[in-house]
Nanobody
Framework: QVRLVESGGGFVQAGGSLRLSCAASGDTFISYAMAWFRQAPGTERNFIAGTSWGGTSTYYSDAVKGRFTISIDNTKNTVYLQMNSLKPEDTAVYYC??????????????????WGQGTQVTVSS
């Protein structure tokens, strides 16, 4: 059974950095698309970054492009989200997602099959 476990969230001041980790287990992920979503209170869960497991395609939302970087360590079966120049509007619960997507990456949460439990990121002004 596929399991995704996020870690690395926390409290940081504006302008700071955090790195989120998503440890994946339970399958061979070479064919998976991996993504990070976030959800602030009262809002929908929104796509922010995604990559094919092999790294051949990567996509970022406009809100985080140039500040966040998604990467994969195949030796550890772990997906990372490096977040730099954090802003208060980045405050949210961050979720890791995995899916077998025939068309590659998707921005739709409904297209992903597996989710982590979420990790809180709070950015103070």
């Amino acid at each position: 059974q596929v399991r995704l476990v996020e870690s690395g969230g926390g409290f940081v001041q504006a302008g700071g950095s955090l790195r989120l980790s998503c440890a994946a287990s339970g399958d061979t992920f070479i064919s998976y698309a991996m993504a990070w979503f976030r959800q602030a209170p009262g809002t929908e869960r929104n796509f922010i970054a995604g990559t094919s497991w092999g790294g051949t395609s990567t996509y970022y939302s406009d809100a985080v492009k140039g500040r966040f970087t998604i990467s994969i360590d195949n030796t550890k079966n772990t997906v990372y989200l490096q977040m730099n120049s954090l802003k208060p509007e980045d405050t949210a619960v961050y979720y890791c997602a995995a899916g077998l997507l025939p068309d590659g990456l998707s921005l739709r949460a409904d297209d992903y099959d597996y989710w982590g439990q979420g990790t809180q990121v709070t950015v103070s002004s």
